[in-house]
């Protein structure tokens, strides 16, 4: 608004005939501005002529008023000689923002930070009504979009006075009341005579009714869910043969603040059938291979969904389907099309509409975001190379790879296509990655196997030993060459576990054969179980080690990996007398040999796969020394089962000797010299299969499925089972002290090792469900929540094995993975069976860990 009138008290009249010339200029009402400032938003300057009132003066009022930084502006002509005339501009400055508070329910330090974020809310903002409702709109949509359309939003301000009592700024509150989220009902259709209510309404994945029985999904209404749920009911009937279907009426209307209803009307049509599905422009591949990948034939029900899926399916990168079928061999710049030529009654003829276009190939391979990686670890895991055919499986496959090094965050890697040339048939692919941690600092506590179990791992993951002498490569450690170093130590009351392993998975650097070494050492002492004691004079030590090598094959397919390993321990017992080991004063060595089958097509993101399956076959033996080594193993068990025979007869259930002492000693003594000898040199063979499935139920909803299977064998059954290399089952692993070999299975619900007797047992098998959803899979944090149910059982010999005899247990847990702080999991199970021994339920049992990454 323009205000111009004489502040004189002379009678004169301002002409609008004339041009005044201007005198001076000054400013009223400035607080954190200057004169000068304002004056200089204006234009105007000292002896411009201007009407008054005229153009000009509108003008710069109008200017004034597009700063947004006043709430009131007017100009006055405050003295007046002739044609010089004085302006005094009057100006109101709006209030500048000083804090902002939120008040309601589920306000929340990471929604308010969010809210802050979207409404770009900060101290120094001018408050204008434009804020004000523009900062009230955000919020209230942000709720409404979650389904709270009663969202009321309250935003007042008071005044912050400096010392004199001036204002300078106001404080901003504002009250969210987000109220009780719209529940949908009725959600009713009419016109649908051939796909029922609960159809269409279990295709309808974001609006759900109300409904008291169904716990597991919320009611709940969204603008946004709605119209994807409409879409989603015409894919439903173009899936059954009803092209034509077509929505010709919705109505959302609010029944009260607390419940919406809805009604669709639908339009079915008749329902089609595939005629004639003819191929045009093909000269790479016949007809019969596409109709083949096609794998729709006439007659079948009319099937929109499946037909665009089979030309091309978005939502699976390798998908057995037409595009791919041409991607997958060089032909990147492929267009085909699916094209209706003609609708006979009930049928519809297609002809599948081919443009191969040139091969393409690879022209420049490169690399970007690698800060820490070394280039060479990279490029070895591409599959991709300058001059070579273009094949989106390879680019697929690339992307998992390098995903499954561990080193990048998986949900960043991405292959960016660049100098796409269709003319010349070339292109070049840039694969963008980003560092994230690799080592790893593992912390671990928890009860298990008796007692407390404390472990402390430095896992390097990405090391580099031509560094290890290069003081400037210690950033803290000399890391980018793809190598692991791996140091551990465990300990509880009564065991004592030390072990290094460092493993190259480029041996030479040209090839993926992967070469493993380790060392380890352990002491480990007699455990009362009952007492909980620990019994430092009988004990054994441990000392071993192992080299090993593993090489990827072409055949079957490249997923397959062949491994074989040599492993020696040495057994020394000190005073160690239990049921297995006779010979308490004695040792053994276990010189064994490894070979093992594994195949791993796992999904991109090795924290949360979301697709494919991860197996391996395992079988570990010794030398059948029994076959060579002359003892008469036949005559030591004749002799040692007639002095076991004897022991009973004049020993007590208590242990006690009743008769015959000297002897029974004797017999004791001739009893760990037999044993001795029987396990001077382990005899065994060991099978092992574990194998996990990751299917996707629905978005990133995720279902593993698991199996695990042992068996201990002897080559000799004179010779007998060795003492060594058993199964103990339950718990959550935290008892895996020991390095004689022994194998613990993790089963939830039970209390570790619980399942199985003191001295383990030869045959064990495991079976798991666990559904998983992500909350997050970014890179500062991947949480993500799970249920699971799982059975298994260790038995003593296939005369006792009974597959479906099993502890079973169920519960649920959650994981979360950051690089600052490693993997960090707790899961709460409930064991439906007894322990061994016991007669009840065991109940809940909780199970955790705790890592760390740098």
């Keep these: 608004m323009l205000s111009v009138f004489s502040a004189q008290a002379q009678k004169k009249e301002l002409d609008s005939g004339i041009k005044y010339e201007i005198n001076d200029i000054k400013v009223v009402g400035t607080q954190s501005f200057n004169e000068m400032t304002v004056i200089a938003f204006t234009g105007l300057k000292v002896g411009e002529r201007i009407y008054i009132p005229g153009e000009r003066l509108s003008e710069v009022t109008k200017k004034l008023w597009e700063q947004n930084l006043f709430s009131d502006i007017a100009i006055y002509v405050s003295a007046m000689d002739g044609d010089l005339v004085d302006l005094e501009i009057y100006i109101v400055e709006l209030p500048k923002l000083n804090t902002i508070t939120f008040e309601g329910k589920g306000m929340r330090k990471g929604v308010v930070k969010e809210i802050k974020k979207e409404t770009d809310l900060k101290p120094g903002l001018k408050i204008t009504k434009n804020l004000l409702t523009t900062t009230k709109n955000i919020i209230k949509n942000k709720y409404v979009e979650k389904g709270f359309y009663n969202t009321e939003v309250l935003i007042s301000t008071t005044p912050e006075v400096d010392s004199t009592g001036t204002e300078i700024a106001k404080n901003m509150n504002i009250i969210v009341n987000k109220g009780k989220r719209v529940k949908v009902r009725p959600l009713e259709f009419e016109g649908n005579e051939n796909l029922s209510d609960g159809k269409l309404r279990r295709s309808m994945k974001n609006t759900k009714r109300r409904n008291p029985v169904r716990l597991w999904k919320m009611s709940k209404f969204t603008e946004a869910g709605y119209e994807e749920d409409k879409a989603s009911i015409i894919e439903k009937y173009k899936s059954n043969g009803y092209r034509d279907a077509r929505i010709i009426k919705d109505s959302v209307f ?17 329902k089609y059938y595939f005629g004639d599905i003819k191929f045009l422009g093909n000269s790479v591949y016949t007809d019969g291979q596409l109709r083949q990948t096609l794998g729709i034939t006439k007659g079948e029900v009319y ?15 390798e998908a057995f389907d037409l595009t791919n079928l041409y991607q997958n061999n060089g032909y990147l710049f492929s267009q085909i099309n699916a094209v209706e030529v003609a609708v006979r009654q009930d049928t519809i003829d297609y002809e599948i509409r081919i443009r191969e276009g040139k091969k393409a190939y690879f022209d420049h391979i490169t690399v970007v975001g690698n800060t820490k990686t070394n280039d060479h670890v990279i490029y070895r895991e591409l599959r991709t190379r300058p001059g070579q055919e273009y094949s989106k499986r390879d680019v697929v496959r690339t992307i998992r790879e390098l995903s499954q090094l561990g080193f990048f965050d998986p949900e960043q890697i991405s292959p960016n296509f660049k100098n796409v040339d269709p003319n010349n048939g070339t292109l070049d692919m840039e694969y963008s990655v980003v560092e994230k941690g690799s080592s790893q600092i593992e912390l671990q506590g928890g009860y298990g196997g008796g007692g407390f179990v404390g472990t402390l791992g430095l896992s390097f993951n990405n090391f580099s030993l031509r560094n290890i002498l290069n003081k400037e490569a210690y950033t803290p450690i000399p890391m980018g060459d793809g190598q692991k170093l791996a140091l551990r130590a ?7 576990t030390y072990s290094i392993s460092l493993t190259e998975p480029w041996l030479g650097g040209k090839r993926p054969v992967q070469l493993s070494t380790s060392f380890s050492h352990t002491v480990q002492y007699r455990y009362d179980f009952q007492n909980r004691e620990a019994d430092r004079d009988q004990r054994f030590l441990i000392t071993g080690g192992s080299v090993g090598l593993a090489k990827r094959l072409t055949w079957p397919d490249d997923s397959f990996t062949f491994s074989n390993a040599v492993s020696f321990q040495h057994y020394n017992l000190k005073n160690y007398n239990t049921g297995l080991f006779t010979f308490g004063d004695g040792y053994s060595n276990n010189l064994a040999y490894t070979v093992g089958l594994s195949r791993n097509n796992v999904g991109n993101n ?3 796969p979301k697709f494919g399956a991860n197996f391996s076959l395992t079988a570990k033996m010794t030398l059948p020394y029994s076959a060579f080594n002359g003892v008469n193993y036949e005559a030591l068990k004749d002799e040692r089962d007639g002095l076991d025979a004897f022991i009973l007869e004049n020993v007590n259930s208590q242990g006690q000797i009743i008769d015959n002492e000297g002897a029974v000693i004797d017999a004791r003594d001739r ?18 299969f574990s194998g996990e499935w990751y299917t996707k139920l629905y978005d990133d909803l995720v279902l593993k499925t698991g199996t695990e299977f042992g068996f201990l064998g002897a080559y000799n059954g004179d010779r007998g089972i060795v003492p060594f290399e058993r199964f103990f089952v339950g718990g959550d692993g935290l008892g895996a002290y020991s390095l004689d070999g022994r194998e613990v299975i993790q089963l939830r619900g039970y209390p570790n090792q619980s399942l199985s007797p003191q ?17 997050t899979l970014k890179q500062l944090a991947s949480i993500y929540v799970l249920g699971f149910a799982e059975g298994g059982n260790s038995y003593d010999g296939f005369r006792d094995y009974n597959p479906f005899s099993i502890k079973r247990s169920a519960g649920a847990g959650l994981r979360i993975f950051m690089p600052a702080f490693g993997l960090l999991g707790i899961d709460f199970g409930y064991g439906f069976d007894p322990v061994l021994g016991g007669t009840e339920p065991n109940g809940w049992e909780t199970h955790f860990i705790i890592g760390q990454q740098f």
């Design 254 to 270: 609010e029944r009260n603040r607390k419940n919406i209803g809805i009604n669709i009307e639908i339009e079915e049509g008749q």
């Design 303 to 317: 099937n929109g969904t499946l037909l665009k899926k089979r030309i091309e399916d978005n939502t699976d990168p």
């Design 490 to 496: 465990q300990a509880s009351s009564f065991y004592q």
């Design 606 to 608: 090795p924290i949360y």
């Design 671 to 688: 009893i760990s010299e037999i044993d001795q000898e029987r396990f001077k040199w382990l005899e065994y063979y060991k099978i092992k």
């Design 759 to 775: 001295d383990g047992n030869t045959i064990f098998n495991k079976f798991s469900l666990e559904v998983r959803y992500p909350i």
